[in-house]
C-alpha cells in the first residue's frame, strides 16, 4: 500500500512543467547492510544489482522514481540475499565548474527483502541414492524508510554519467541497523 501511494504522489509530480526536461537512467549499485549480530553465515551482508529511474528536471533540482533489485548469491553453502526497491528521490544539482556538479539527494525507499538458506536432502529410491538442492527462506519482510546520500555527476550533450553513496536505515526485522549503497549510472534526455 505505501508503494501505490509514493508511485502515486511521484506520479502527480511528475507531470510536465515549463521548461522541464524529462530523462531515464540506469544504475549498477552494491549495498553494504550493517547488522547488529554479525552473523555472515546466514545473513549476508552484500549485494549487488542494477536499477532503473525516470525523472524530470528543473532547473538545479530534479525528481525521480526508481525500480531496483540487488542481490548476492553464495556458492552453496553460504546464504541468499535478494533486495528489490521501489524509489522516490529528490535531486539537488551544485555546479562546481564546466559539466560537473556535486550532488545532494534525499527520499524514499519500499524495500523487499529476502535471505534463504541452502540446503540438500539426500534420499533412496529403488536402492539408489538421490539428492535434491532447496533454498529454504530464512527471513523476509518489507520496509518503507527514508534514504539520502551525496555524489557527483558530469553532464555531456544528451547524457550525464553520476555516482552516489546513500544511508538507508534498514532494519530486517530487528537483524540489521542500516544499508549503505554506491551507485554508478548514467541519465540520458528524452
Known amino acids: 500500500m505505501k508503494a501505490a501511494i509514493l508511485f502515486g504522489v ?3 509530480a511528475w507531470l510536465p512543467g515549463a521548461d522541464a526536461a524529462p530523462y ?5 549499485n552494491r549495498y553494504s547492510i550493517t547488522l547488529k549480530d554479525s552473523d555472515s553465515d546466514f ?3 552484500s549485494a ?11 532547473g538545479d533540482l530534479a525528481g525521480e522514481i526508481g525500480y531496483g533489485t540487488s542481490k548476492y548469491t553464495g556458492n552453496g553453502n553460504i546464504d541468499n540475499l535478494h533486495l528489490t526497491r521501489l524509489t522516490a528521490d529528490g535531486v539537488l544539482y551544485l555546479p562546481v565548474f564546466g559539466t560537473l556538479n556535486v550532488l545532494a539527494t534525499a527520499g524514499g525507499s519500499e524495500t523487499n527483502y529476502g535471505i534463504s538458506s541452502f540446503a540438500r536432502n539426500v534420499y533412496q529410491v529403488n536402492g539408489q541414492n538421490r539428492s535434491s538442492n532447496a533454498d529454504i527462506p530464512v527471513l523476509e519482510g518489507d520496509e518503507f524508510g527514508w534514504r539520502a546520500g551525496a555524489g557527483f555527476s558530469i553532464g555531456l550533450d544528451e547524457f550525464e554519467l553520476r555516482a552516489l553513496a546513500r544511508y538507508q536505515p534498514l532494519s530486517m526485522q530487528h537483524q540489521a541497523q542500516n544499508a549503505i549503497s554506491l551507485d554508478f549510472g548514467v541519465n540520458m534526455d528524452f
Open 10 to 12: 511521484m506520479l502527480f
Open 24 to 28: 531515464f537512467g540506469l544504475d549498477g
Open 43 to 45: 545473513f549476508p551482508q
Open 48 to 58: 549487488g544489482g542494477e536499477s532503473l529511474h525516470i525523472g524530470e528536471r528543473f
